[in-house]
């Protein structure tokens, strides 16, 4: 009797299981001048993360990408997170946004960041850092886009087929 009952509880958690892993979506929603001199535009985004992370995503990091160097001089993040530009070791600087430390996994809804840049379509890798440090074997399970911010354009945040792309987009 007791193997049905824990038959029926394997084939229950199966069933009502999510995706094993969790992947941001960024949508850049504006790119607007703020300074003439020096030129500065301040690209704004938002995240989303879909899918299931059993450890999470202690934050996320912004800094330079494929391309033209980005030279990051602000950054804004919603409450209750924060953010700050370093220039150590880089001179172009690293914007790193940060959840407090409370935070409840996973992030809720959709959060929107920006950051201010010498670019109108700043090229940048995003790091969604896991902080999960106990990882045997020690791997890189970070999430990392590197794409251009541009305004309406899709990024890519996962692989994908042709299939699945027409199912999200008709």
């Known amino acids: 009797m007791r193997w049905i009952a824990g038959a029926v509880l394997a084939i229950s958690a199966l069933l009502t299981a999510g995706p094993s892993f969790a992947y941001p979506q960024i949508n850049t929603i504006s790119s607007v001048m703020v300074s003439a001199s020096p030129l500065l535009f301040k690209t704004t985004f938002t995240v989303q993360l879909v899918g299931y992370e059993p450890s999470g995503y202690d934050g996320f ?3 330079t990408g494929t391309g033209p160097t980005v030279t990051l001089s602000a950054c804004e993040a919603p409450a209750p997170w924060s953010c700050h530009i370093a220039t150590s070791p880089l001179p172009t600087g690293r914007a790193y946004f940060i959840p407090p ?3 409840q996994w996973p992030w809720p809804g959709v959060a929107t960041f920006s950051i201010t840049s010498d670019q109108a379509a700043p090229c940048v890798e995003i790091r969604f850092q896991n902080g999960l440090l ?10 990392v886009i590197v794409d251009c911010l541009v ?17 999200v987009y008709r």
Do not use: E
């Not at 106990?134 to 999430?143: A, L, Q, W």
């Open 61 to 63: 990091r912004v800094s």
């Open 101 to 103: 430390f409370d935070y």
């Open 134 to 143: 106990s990882k045997t074997p020690r791997t890189n399970t970070d999430f």
């Open 151 to 167: 305004v309406d354009a899709p990024l890519a945040s996962q692989s994908s087929t042709w299939g699945a792309l027409k199912v």
